[in-house]
């Protein structure tokens, strides 16, 4: 595909500032980092990362057209994004111990398909990502060169590419925060309530979004 280097480096710059701002995916892939190290933070970044291919590839094939265009369609899938968001700030804030605290190394296995699961429905259940690629991605595409499916599936892979690299950059640095979390569990126990408190502040935003 044939963009300037204008558009490159515009293209460059609005996808790394996506993945720099606060979101829900972030607190999400920030918490999991401190709480079980870099292992388990590369794989809720790659289950996130994977709900955003999802819609990546809705937009190409035109579905994400019905959520910009359907209030019902929108609003259903906010509110159960919303409510997915707030069950998991609530099950944070009132946890009796800190996610540090378990250490059975045979739930590993579980735990990390789990955190997978949980980041992809994460992204996968925000109509607000639907909708950024569905606008985002076709002012970079070249429609009089053809296979706009294929430029878009590339140019939406390009944008996670570069989400999961700065995801992972959090990811490396907040891990050598576990090792002093895990020696001051109480401290621990406070940092998860006020992930599970802006979690549940992303779901009540996420609730009252609109469409524009």
């Known amino acids: 595909m044939i963009m300037s280097i204008e558009s490159w480096s515009l293209f460059i710059i609005s996808a790394s500032l996506l993945s720099l ?17 870099r292992k388990i933070g590369l794989t809720a970044a790659a289950g ?7 819609h990546v590839l809705a937009a ?3 579905l994400s057209a019905i959520l910009a265009t359907s209030a019902t369609a929108f609003m259903l899938v906010k509110y159960v994004g919303a409510a997915y968001l707030i069950y998991l700030g609530i099950k944070a ?20 398909s789990s955190v997978f699961r949980q980041g992809m429905l994460i992204d996968i259940l925000n109509p607000k990502v639907a909708i950024f690629f569905m606008a985002f991605l076709p002012q970079f595409i070249t429609a009089q060169s053809g296979y706009v499916i ?15 690299a700065i995801e992972a950059v959090y ?14 569990s109480r401290f621990a126990l406070w940092l998860d309530r006020a992930f599970g408190g802006l979690l549940v502040g992303l779901g009540a ?8």
Do not use: W
């Open 171 to 184: 990811v490396f640095s907040a891990a050598p925060l576990a090792t002093y979390l895990k020696k001051h």
């Open 93 to 112: 804030l009132f946890a009796k111990e800190s996610a540090l605290a378990f250490k059975d190394k045979t739930n590993k296995k579980t735990s990390a």
């Open 21 to 37: 701002s606060p979101g829900p995916d972030l607190i999400f892939i920030l918490s999991k980092s401190l709480a079980h190290g």
């Open 205 to 212: 935003r996420l609730a009252t979004a609109s469409r524009t």
């Open 150 to 164: 294929e430029q878009t599936i590339f140019l939406g892979f390009l944008v996670i590419l570069i989400g999961f």
């Open 60 to 62: 190409a094939l035109g």
């Open 48 to 54: 996130v990362c994977t709900g955003a291919f999802v």
